[in-house]
Every structure is written in C-alpha cells, then in structure tokens.
C-alpha cells in the first residue's frame, strides 16, 4: 500500500507564490510516476501537473502552464508544485497522486490533500 501526504498549502494573495511538497511510502525501493490534481469549489477533480518517474516528460493543465512548475527528488519519492502567479480561481484543495503524468489518465493513489486558498 502506497501513502502520500501533502504539505504546504495555505491562504495568500493574487500574485503570490506558494509552494506544495507531497512524499510517497510504502514501498521501499519503488520510484513512482507522480502529479497533482485540484478540486474547486463546486468543480470536479481536475488535473493539474505530472512527472515521470524520472523527470523526464513533464505535462500542465493549460490553465497552469507557465505559472505552475512541478519537480520531483526521485531518490525520496517527493514531488513539489511551485505555484507563482496565483490567481483566486487557482483555490482549491490540491492532492498529490501516483501514478498519472498525463491528462486523462485516472490516479490510483490519492493524498488527502492540502487546502490552497487565494484572496483577490
């Protein structure tokens, strides 16, 4: 079984940066393909950024891309969502998942997310 738990949400202004941290265990040993995904207030869960295992293919929602950059510390299974530019429609709870790199693909492991709220 697979755990991941998020970190570093919280409540900032339009502009601001913030930046979420996910690590993943429970199965010593394994590299996982990774990404984050957001629900919005009476939205549906939506994706938001993924990596591969390695780093090497890298894939953003458009409604993120050239604000949010994702990386990851392959040797400690963590990956990181730097998010600059914040608007207020980027509120949401954000959740860190494995293994989708992609848009499109359905997560099979979830966090419990951590909450980003920001303010106009």
């Known amino acids: 079984q697979v755990q991941l738990v998020e970190s570093g949400g919280g409540s900032v202004k339009a502009g601001d940066s913030l930046r979420l941290s996910c690590v993943a265990s429970g199965q010593p040993g394994s590299t996982y393909t990774m990404g984050w995904f957001r629900q919005r207030p009476r939205k549906e869960r939506e994706f938001v950024a993924g990596?591969?295992?390695?780093?090497?293919?890298?894939d953003y929602s458009d409604s993120v891309k050239g604000r949010f950059i994702i990386s990851r510390d392959t040797v400690q299974n963590k990956v990181y969502l730097e998010m600059n530019s914040l608007r207020p429609e980027d509120t949401a709870m954000y959740y860190c998942e494995i293994p989708c790199a992609t848009k499109g693909c359905l997560p099979t492991y979830w966090g419990l997310g951590t909450w980003v709220t920001v303010s106009s």
């Open positions: 990596i591969d295992r390695h780093g090497a293919n890298i």
